[in-house]
């Protein structure tokens, strides 16, 4: 098979190209085996994924990408999804949306690179091409490598939610993080436009 040529950004070898409805499927088991990690409170049916996937390919408020791998045959391998979530495009922002299926998120230094250039990808596009000012995370506090890659990063704490996620019969507090554009700009180079 060849390479996909078209993709919408590429970092460290994980390309990133628009959702497809035949990634439904996947997205659905994989979310269900990581509800623990996600807003998600109940299993999801393609029933649901169907009807996710006509809202957010109607939604001027959404940005959600595929995340490819490929061999060295040029074999596409579909990893995860990420996106821009909840923009609001009056006050600039928009949340980070991230999944990848449940072997790679098991691997911790895998995680961290898929993690890592979905970040990348995200705040390039969100930066560059919607102009925001902000990228924003909420992260249950018990996921501490999460957190540890969205701070090496550059994300900063904005505050702490206190017993905010029920998950596995005890309460856990949501820590929000979020990059600037100016700060962004400044770590890894660009040109911050007028706001």
Request: proline share 1%.
């Amino acid at each position: 098979m060849k390479q996909r040529q078209n993709s919408i950004f590429e970092f460290k070898e994980r390309y990133f190209f628009s959702l497809e409805k035949s990634h439904l499927e996947k997205l659905k088991e994989w979310r269900n085996a990581q509800m623990d990690v996600l807003r998600q409170w109940k299993p999801l049916t393609i029933y649901n994924q169907e009807k996710w996937f006509q809202e957010i390919s109607e939604n001027i408020n959404q940005a959600i990408f595929s995340i490819v791998i490929f061999d060295k045959n040029g074999n596409e391998k579909f990893i995860g999804y990420c996106g821009l979530v909840n923009i609001d495009h009056i006050n600039k922002r928009a949340e980070i949306s991230f999944l990848v299926d449940p072997k790679r998120a098991s691997k911790r230094k895998i995680y961290g690179q898929d993690f890592t250039a979905a970040l990348r990808a995200l705040c390039e596009y969100g930066f560059n091409q919607l102009n925001l000012n902000k990228i924003y995370a909420e992260t249950f506090s018990f996921r501490k490598y999460h957190i540890e890659i969205l701070e090496k990063f550059g994300f900063k704490r904005d505050g702490f939610l206190r017993e905010h996620q029920y998950v596995n019969g005890k309460y856990y507090g949501s820590i929000i993080h979020s990059i600037l554009k100016s700060e962004f700009f400044e770590k890894y180079g660009g040109k911050n436009v007028e706001k």
